[in-house]
């Protein structure tokens, strides 16, 4: 087994190079990735952040606090939005017939899924950095000690595992990558209805619950408070249990759709 390791290793590099060339290969998908959470933030903070600002918390922070406001939802966003290149370049593969083609050659079977899993991830982080110095340009100005940076940049971490893992599964199931691209849609829908741009309590009852409730709101919240200094409360803890339970369910999903699609 030990004498394994090394070649399953090099094989999952390889993989990973291939991955990351895909970025390459399908550049709408990769610009699109990073560039809509950039649109969306100066649409947002130039356009409608003077009058969200007004009332973010009960009080008027203006522009400028209305971008330290939604600077973290942002790097939430990026993360989301990166998934659907994700799910989409594993369909290629599965749709394309080249994860059955390595099946016949001696490279190591977990090194295709692997390579898939570090390339989304590798990308998904390089573009939540590239988002963050956009942020950072604009104005933004988190309060975060060396400590706090590192636990936003380990829920991130975590937060991009879990949706790499997921939009995976999403490609691995899809038909096509046109049906992995629409898969993924909802978690990229989902942040809007949360409290990334408002606060919760701003939303009427049933719309307020759901977004107190969905996954993303605690996420969001935790950032918020590592970067800003906001109230945290339970909402850690809820993100941790809600990222720990959607990477497990995508690791088990992905893995097991994208080996039975390896094999037909």
Known sequence: MSSALPYAI??????????????VRYPVMLVSGLATPIILLLLFVYI???????????ASVGRAGYLNYIAPSMALLTVCYGGGSTAVTVSVDL????????????ISRAAVLTGHVLGGFIRTMATVVLVLAVALLMGFRPTATPIEWLAAIG????????ITWLTIAFGSAAKSPGGAN??????QILPLVSSAFVPTG???VGIRWFAEYQPFTPVIDTLRGLLMGSEI????????????AITL?????ATMAFHARGHH
């Open 182 to 187: 629409t898969a993924a849609l909802p978690l």
């Open 233 to 244: 409360g339970n909402s850690a803890y809820l993100a941790l249990g809600w990222l720990i």
């Open 249 to 253: 369910v995508g690791f088990v999903w």
């Open 155 to 162: 829920l991130l971490a975590l937060l991009s595992l879990a």
């Open 10 to 23: 090099s094989d999952t590099m390889t993989m990973l190079r291939r991955s990351l060339r895909h970025g």
């Open 202 to 204: 701003s939303m009427p």
């Open 48 to 58: 409608l952040g003077g009058a969200l600002g007004s009332g973010v918390g009960g």
């Open 95 to 106: 749709t394309e017939g080249i994860v059955r083609r390595f099946r016949t050659m001696p």
